[in-house]
C-alpha cells in the first residue's frame, strides 16, 4: 500500500462487502437490535460468501486473502449492523487465528477447517466476572487427570457463545506460576458439563450473542490443549493484538455509518428556510468528523498491512483501536446531535449506531489498555 | 456442457444522482458494472453448470476497452471459469450490427452449446446483439428467456417473455437465449471466487487473433451502418384504450376511425 490505494481484488473485495452489506444487513439491522435477535440466516448467509475465514488459506479452507480484506470486511459490514461486524471479528480474530497460530496440524485440520469455511462458528473465553482488564487473575482451573484436563469456573460477556460450536477457553493449570500458569484449550459445544447461560442485555450491539459460560468438570482431552501447558496469557495477548484490528474495523465502519446517514439527512432537513447543511457549523462538523474517521482508517489498515507483513503491529493495533474506538464515540455522539430529536429517536439509525459505538472503547482492551501497550512500546515506563 | 455467456460493461445508471444544489446530473465517478440482464445470463449459467455437472464450463466473453477487464474479474468471482476479452483499437466505434459480427467471431473460436446474451444494455437498449450473434453463427435462438424449464445435453427448454402470454419453446442444442433480468436472481461473488478470478488469466482476442474471420469493412465505425440520430429516455406506454362488446363491423369501424383521428391513414 504504498500509494494508499488498494490493490485490483481488495477493491473488487471491497465492494462484495459494501453490496452484501447494504443488502442484507441495511435492511434487518433496526429490527434485530429492537427484538435482540441475532440474524442468524444473514449470518449464514456472511458465511456462503467466505467471510468466516478471509485471512486464512485455502489449504485450511479460508479464502485465502489477507488482514486488510478483513479489516474492510469487517468495516462495510459495521457501517449497516455493527453486531455482524463484531461477530465476524470474534469468529475470525478470536478464535480462527489462534487455533491457525499456536495449533498442530491435527487441531487445524479438525478445527480450523470447519471455523475458516464457515461450516461451524467461533467463541473466546478470557474474561471472567472477576478477571476484566486484569486477564491475568483467571480463576477457572484446569486439573490434569490422565489425558484429559477437567476444567472448572465461569467466563462472561462472550460474544458468539450462544451459537458458537469452537471456543478458545482459558484456565489457570498452575496458579503458583501466575501468567505463566494460564493455559488455553479448544473446547466444543455440548461438551459435558459445559453450558452457556443466557444473553446479558446490553446497551448496544444488541443483536449480537453475549452470554456467560459455565464450566463444571468438564472433561477436556490433552489433545485440545492450545499450545503448550502454561503458554496461555502469551496465546491470549497475541490474540487480542490482532482482535484489536477487528474491533478497530468496527468501530471505524460505525463511525462512518453515522457520517454516511448524517450527510444523507442534512441534506434533506430544512430549518430557518435552508437545508441544515448549508450552515457552516454543520459542514465543518462533518469536515472534522470525516478527518477523525479517515485518521483512524488509515491506523487501522496499516496495523493489518503490519500484520500481513508478518512484522510486530501490537502497538500499532492498540493504536488503531485507541484511535477509531474515540472517534466512533465522538463522531456517533455528533450525528445524533446533527440530526437532533429525530437522531434521538428510534426512527433513524444514529441513535443505534451511537449505543453500538461506546463498547468499541472497552471491549478487547479497554482504551485505558491501548495505552499501556503504546506508552510501552515507546519505553516509557 | 460447454457455456458461453457474453456480457457488457455498463454505466451504473442507477448511480446516477442529481446534485440537490443544481438539480444538474452528477457525472464524476460514475461506477461502471456488469449489465443487470447479463449478470442475471451468468448467474443461469452458472446453475446449469451445477444441474448439468460432469466437465460442464462457463466461459465469459466481454467486448470492451482494457478497462472491462474487472466485469470478466467479477464474473470469474461468481464462478465462471474462463474469460475472453475482445479488444482492439479497430473495435472502437461499432454499433451492434459490426458488434454482433465480433462477438460472433469471438464465440466461433470457443467451444460452444449453449449461448446467453442479456435482452438488451441499460445504455443502449437495442435488444439487438443477442439475436445478430445467434444469425452470425446460424444458432436457433430463444430471445427475452424468463425461466429455464428443463435442460438437456441435447436440448433446452425455455419459458419467453411475451407481452401478454408466454411461450414455451423447446429447443435443440446448440442454440442462443438472450436473458432477461428475472431469469436468474445473480449470486454474490465470494471472497475466495475474487482471489481465484485475479489468479485466472483472462484472455484477450483482439484484431489481430481474428483478422482471418473478420474484413475491417465490417467492424468498427466502417462496418457501422447505424447514425443515431437522436437520443431520449423511456417513454411510459399507457394503458391503451380497451373497446369491448362491439361486433366485428363496428371493431373495424372503430379502428378505421382512430387511425383517421391521428393521421396515419
Known sequence: ?381 | MKIVVYIKHVPDTNEVKLDPVTNTLIRDGLPSIINHDDKSGIEAALRIKEQVGGDSTVTVVCMGPPQADVALREALAMGCDNAVLLSSREFGGSDTLATSTIVAAGVAKLDYDLVITGRQAIDGDTAQVGPQIAEHLGLPQVSYAEEVVEITNDYIVVKRQFEDRYHIIKVKLPCLITALAELAEPRYMSVAGIEKAYATDITVLDYEAMKDVLPLEKIGLNGSPTNVKRSFGKQAKGAGTVLADLTPDEAVQAIIAKLEEKYII
Open chain 1, 1 to 381: 500500500m504504498v500509494n494508499f490505494k488498494l490493490s485490483n481484488e481488495l477493491s473488487l473485495q471491497q465492494e462484495l462487502y459494501r453490496k452484501f452489506a447494504e443488502t442484507e444487513l441495511k435492511p434487518i439491522a433496526a429490527e434485530a437490535d429492537e427484538t435482540e435477535t441475532f440474524p442468524m440466516d444473514v449470518w449464514k448467509k456472511v458465511a456462503k460468501y467466505g467471510m468466516l475465514g478471509i485471512p486464512f488459506p485455502a489449504e485450511y479452507e479460508g479464502s485465502g486473502s489477507n488482514n486488510l480484506s478483513y479489516s474492510i470486511c469487517v468495516e462495510e459490514l459495521s457501517k449497516q449492523d455493527a453486531s455482524i461486524g463484531v461477530s465476524v471479528s470474534v469468529h475470525t480474530s478470536l478464535c480462527s487465528t489462534p487455533i491457525f497460530m499456536f495449533g498442530n496440524e491435527d487441531q487445524k485440520k479438525k478445527y480450523l477447517c470447519d471455523l475458516a469455511s464457515g461450516r461451524k462458528y467461533g467463541a473466546f473465553g478470557l474474561t471472567e466476572p472477576n478477571a476484566g482488564t486484569d486477564a491475568s487473575g483467571q480463576q477457572s482451573k484446569a486439573v490434569k487427570d490422565g489425558d484429559n484436563y477437567i476444567l472448572n469456573g465461569a467466563k462472561i460477556f462472550i460474544t458468539n457463545s450462544a451459537f458458537a460450536d469452537t471456543f478458545v477457553a482459558f484456565a489457570m493449570t498452575d496458579k503458583s506460576k501466575g501468567t505463566k500458569g494460564i493455559s488455553a484449550f479448544i473446547l466444543e459445544k455440548g461438551m459435558e458439563g459445559f453450558t452457556v447461560d443466557k444473553d446479558i442485555p446490553r446497551m448496544g450491539i444488541r443483536a449480537a450473542s453475549n452470554c456467560g459460560l459455565a464450566f463444571e468438570n468438564v472433561v477436556v482431552p490433552e489433545a485440545n490443549l492450545l499450545g503448550k501447558e502454561g503458554r496461555g496469557f502469551g496465546i491470549a495477548m497475541q490474540t487480542l493484538d490482532g482482535g484489536r484490528i477487528g474491533i478497530a474495523s468496527q468501530a471505524v465502519g460505525i463511525a462512518q455509518g453515522a457520517i454516511n446517514e448524517t450527510i444523507k439527512y442534512v441534506k434533506e432537513r430544512k430549518q430557518f428556510g435552508k437545508r441544515i447543511s448549508q450552515f457552516q457549523n454543520t459542514q465543518f462538523q462533518l469536515a472534522d468528523m470525516q478527518t477523525k474517521v479517515d485518521a483512524a482508517r488509515l491506523l487501522v489498515w496499516r496495523a493489518a498491512c503490519a500484520k500481513d507483513a508478518h512484522e510486530n503491529y501490537s502497538a500499532l493495533a492498540a493504536m488503531a483501536k485507541l484511535a477509531a474506538s474515540e472517534a466512533a464515540s465522538d463522531v456517533t455522539r455528533r450525528c445524533v446531535q446533527l440530526f437532533g430529536g429525530y437522531g434521538y429517536s428510534r426512527e433513524y439509525p444514529v441513535e443505534r449506531m451511537m449505543r453500538d459505538a461506546k463498547i468499541t472503547e472497552i471491549y478487547e482492551g479497554t482504551s485505558e489498555v491501548q495505552k499501556m501497550v503504546i506508552s510501552g512500546s515507546m519505553q516509557v515506563k
